[in-house]
């Protein structure tokens, strides 16, 4: 898996490139928790490039999403492919996150006041 | 070898409604109205291969029981959830009364659920037949005695005509039960549950309900894997969603369809059964979960297929 990220506003963008299953899902939580410590309000994570997310990987997810919660952030997904979308649905984690169609349309709705990408 | 369900629902006994009944009646003659239903055959076969399984029968609503049969004389059954009742009408409508029989039951742990059909185990108020109750779980005696008694139940275990035994086990050993090899398995689960490996003749079925799987637990996510290899069957506790169950519902026992798949596919199972269904979840919305199920299976497969179905009452599979 790999990652990039930059600060856009008070917001934080970061992608996730790759696979994310047991293997890596302990260095994909900590690098979206990091991220999100550097977030004022919100991190938007592009999926775009993610092509496979395992159980393990979506635990890590849960995990930064209530840590972010607590702390009053967001983590808002975006850009799914069509089978991240299918895997979200079946698990029901599409009923536990805010996932948007684009960067774009994430940004526009828990980070209004920061430029779009 | 068979595995044959008496009882597949998780947690407590959910019977169908009269107002769920009458839906599927009236869905199945909207559905039938041109389709000239003029026969049982014909109206059989519409039922069975025109509808849904949740439009045209039920999942059913008995709790945890299950019957291994290995083709001996003996009989062996896992837990005895309400589905016994049903699984011992059976056995005395095959054999009748007068004919003494030895029943092996497996039994993964002491929730009511698990064993509330033992007080209308019909074969225990039998002189002659012989009983034998194996778990892990330290408790279990004293649980199956403690509900037959006063004030739960009229009829004290003692007056019992049958021989009931009890047979601790421990985990990890080998058993010889009924002919059967059957070893058993720790797991997470609210007071402990236990899963049981059941082989014989060649075959092999897991039976692992109410079992709790962390997904970020390598160690025990490969335990559970080394347990299920090259499983024939594995009956799987899929009571909740993956996100529930890391979520609002982590630490209460159960695991989900995503996780079963995923376990199943590490272990090389054959077949994976969703069993201990949600109360809350009506027959279309099973229906809904088994399809989703299979389609999971279909994008995460990395070798070799991986079977899917969801357990109802009544289901057999011959492995």
Same mark, same amino acid.
């Not at chain 1, 696979?19 to 302990?26: E, H, K, Q, T």
């Not at chain 2, 001996?72 to 011992?88: A, H, I, K, N, Q």
């Not at chain 2, 997470?188 to 549950?193: K, V």
């Given at each position: ?37 550097? +977030?004022?309000? @919100?991190?938007?994570?592009? $999926?775009?490039?993610?092509?496979? /997310? #395992?159980?393990?990987? &979506? ?16 983590? +808002?997904?975006? @850009?799914?492919?069509?089978? $991240?979308?299918?895997?979200?649905? /079946? #698990?029901?984690?599409? &009923? ?22 | ?319």
């Amino acid at each position: 898996m790999a990652w990039s990220e930059r600060q856009v506003g008070d917001a934080v963008l970061a992608e996730a490139r790759g696979r994310i299953d047991l293997s890596n899902a302990d260095a994909f939580r900590d690098d979206l928790s990091a991220a999100m410590a550097k +977030a004022k309000t @919100a991190v938007v994570l592009d $999926l775009s490039g993610v092509d496979y /997310i #395992s159980s393990a990987g &979506l635990r890590s997810l849960m995990i930064v999403f209530k840590a972010a919660k607590a702390e009053g952030k967001t983590l +808002a997904l975006a @850009a799914l492919q069509p089978l $991240l979308t299918e895997i979200f649905t /079946i #698990s029901r984690f599409n &009923l536990v996150f805010p996932v948007f169609d684009t960067v774009r349309a994430a940004f526009g709705k828990v980070a209004p006041g920061a430029a779009p990408p | 070898m068979k595995a044959i369900f008496w009882g597949t629902r998780g947690s407590l006994p959910a019977p169908l409604s009269a107002k769920a009944v009458e839906a599927k009646i009236v869905n199945a003659l909207v559905k039938g109205a041109h389709a000239s239903l003029d026969t049982v055959e014909k109206a059989r076969a519409f039922c069975t291969e025109t509808l849904s399984f949740a439009e045209g029968r039920t999942y059913g609503g008995n709790t945890a029981c299950v019957q291994i049969e290995i083709g001996g004389p003996d009989y062996l059954l896992c837990d005895l959830g309400t589905g016994v009742r049903e699984f011992s009408l059976s056995a005395l409508a095959k054999h009748g009364p007068g004919k003494p029989q030895t029943y092996h039951v497996l039994v993964s742990h002491v929730h009511w659920d698990h064993i509330m059909g033992f007080p209308f185990f019909v074969p225990a108020f039998i002189p002659g037949n012989r009983i034998k109750l194996y778990s892990c779980h330290p408790h279990l005696e004293r649980a199956i005695r403690g509900q037959n008694r006063e004030p739960c139940f009229p009829v004290e275990f003692e007056t019992l005509s049958a021989s009931i035994e009890f047979v601790t086990l421990e985990p990890a050993k080998r058993y010889d039960i009924a002919g059967a090899s059957v070893t058993c398995f720790e797991q997470l689960h609210g007071n402990d549950s236990f899963g049981y490996r059941i082989e014989a003749g060649g075959k092999s079925v897991v039976y692992s309900t109410d079992a709790e799987h962390k997904p970020e637990n390598a160690a025990e996510m490969e335990r559970a894997a080394a347990f299920f290899a090259n499983a024939d069957l594995v009956i799987f506790d899929a009571m909740y969603s993956l996100a529930e169950s890391i979520s609002v519902k982590e630490d209460w026992g159960h695991s989900s369809n995503v996780l079963g798949v995923e376990l199943c596919q590490t272990a090389c199972a054959k077949q994976l059964c969703l069993f201990h269904h949600e109360p809350v979840n009506d027959d279309a919305r099973i229906d809904a979960i088994l399809a989703e199920t299979i389609r999971f299976e279909e994008i995460t497969r990395t070798g070799t297929a991986l079977k899917v179905c969801a357990a109802y009452d009544g289901m057999v599979i011959a492995l």
